[in-house]
């Protein structure tokens, strides 16, 4: 989701979007990069539109991110900022000040992160031993099922070069479906295609017509079984019941009723369906997607050898197990507090963590994310970057958080276009 009309250049601070009261946290290292042992400094200040305020208090928080902090307090900034030695760290990790401040009976926050030799970050997830052996049996039971195809034309969202349906096809077994949006060009030929897979939620799609309008099938799908052009409202009413606040942890003891298995699998039959429309060159296909996005996107990519170029920005469902180990786990963060039946969803987690889907890659991927994500933290990130063996690009923006900016979307498009067009 991109909060900013405009890039501006990167800063070593972070800060809340279009605000009156801004608290700008800075480190004391340009790049926020440190070596294990050495200590981080951070700078705070509180501005009111733009100008320095005097003479306020601060409380903040220091430590490692969705841990807990370690060193907590509070600070009256008497000349315009006040300085924090936040210590250091001793193993590969990040470090994370988090500053608040009330002003007229509203609190505001603003955060850093420190990271500490993130290219070093191993992953606590392991890969169970009949990992590719669960999943190919998986896929071999899913392609078992007839497709059973739906396409209706959408002539209110087509263009003149475009056309738009809300399509569906039947999932890894009977009765279960996956729903979305696909974007054909109108002029004869064959065209390179584009699978987004979506982040978390329930919500209605729009399909991705602009890459269509550049010479690409694109096809935006839903994961939960439901038409995806419904009204709003009907979405914001399901999204409060207890199905889908749920979705992600639902069945998790179970290997194979997890929630994420006809997920996982839906997205594979959705390089299924690309395959069967006339108008794809049958070659050239990437998968692209954000946070729950860009977790289906690596698990997509890893699955299935048709794809052959991936974007995953700021991927979820990254080192699940990080909990267990006085560390950041990755989105939904299943394992940050305990719960019934810990040891057998430990289990599953295995098979569905994104690090050992990432350890699969054969292909390139672009991804991007920042330091300051508090939804995907960029622990659980690298684990699952630093174990890709395949050929990579990595695009930081280090005060970026569980969102992007514009520039990091330019630089997908721009990557998506040099691939597919080889």
């Known amino acids: 989701m991109v909060l900013c009309g405009t890039m501006t250049p990167v800063k070593t601070i972070a800060q809340a979007a279009q605000e009156d009261i801004t608290v700008q946290v800075t480190a004391d290292h340009p790049d926020w990069l440190y070596k294990t042992g050495e200590n981080a400094v951070f700078t705070i200040s509180v501005l009111q539109s733009g100008v320095p305020l005097e003479n306020v208090k601060i409380g903040y928080k220091i430590g490692k991110e969705k841990v807990g902090p370690f060193k907590t307090g509070s600070l009256i900034l008497k000349k315009k900022e006040g300085t924090l030695d936040a210590g250091t760290l001793k193993m590969p990790g990040f470090l994370r000040c988090i500053a608040t401040v009330e002003v007229d009976g509203k609190q505001y926050r603003g955060l850093a992160t420190a990271a500490y030799e993130p290219e070093n970050i191993k992953p606590t997830a392991s890969m169970p031993d009949d990992f590719e052996k669960f999943w190919k049996e998986a896929r071999e039971e ?85 038409p995806v052009t419904m009204e709003d409202s009907i979405y914001k009413q399901l999204a409060k019941t207890e199905k889908y606040q749920q979705y992600r942890v639902a069945n998790l003891e179970d290997r194979d009723q ?114 300051n994500d508090e939804t995907c933290p960029p622990t659980s990130m690298y684990s699952a970057y630093n174990v890709i063996s395949a050929p990579k690009e990595l695009f930081i923006v280090k005060d970026v958080g569980h969102w992007y900016y514009p520039i990091q979307h330019q630089k997908k498009k721009e990557w998506l276009k040099k691939m597919l067009s080889q």
Not at 166 to 177: D, L, M, P, T
Not at 183 to 194: H, Q
Request: proline share 5%; net charge positive.
């Open 142 to 226: 899913a392609i078992k099922i007839p497709m059973d195809i739906t396409s209706t034309l959408l002539p209110e969202r087509c263009t003149e070069t475009i056309d738009v349906y809300h399509i569906s096809f039947q999932n890894y077994e009977y009765g279960s479906r996956i729903y979305g949006i696909v974007c054909i060009p109108k002029k004869d030929g064959k065209y390179p295609a584009i699978l987004n897979v979506p982040g978390a939620g329930v919500r209605a799609y729009r399909g991705d017509v602009t890459m269509a309008e550049e010479g690409f099938i694109t096809l935006q799908i839903g994961i939960h079984g439901i």
């Open 258 to 371: 997890y929630y994420f298995k006809r997920v996982y699998l839906g997205c594979v039959r959705a390089i299924d369906y690309l395959f069967s429309l006339p108008k794809f060159d049958g070659k050239r296909l990437a998968v692209a997607g954000g946070s729950q996005g860009g977790a289906l996107s690596i698990v997509t990519a890893a699955l299935d050898n048709r794809v052959k170029y991936l974007v995953p920005y700021c991927p979820a469902l990254c080192d699940l197990t990080g909990y267990l180990h006085d560390r950041a786990g990755g989105w939904p963060h299943m394992f940050s507090k305990k719960s019934e039946h810990m040891a057998a969803k430990i289990k599953t987690s295995g098979y569905y963590d994104v690090v050992n889907f990432a350890r699969l890659l054969k292909v390139p991927g672009f991804y991007s994310w920042g330091f």
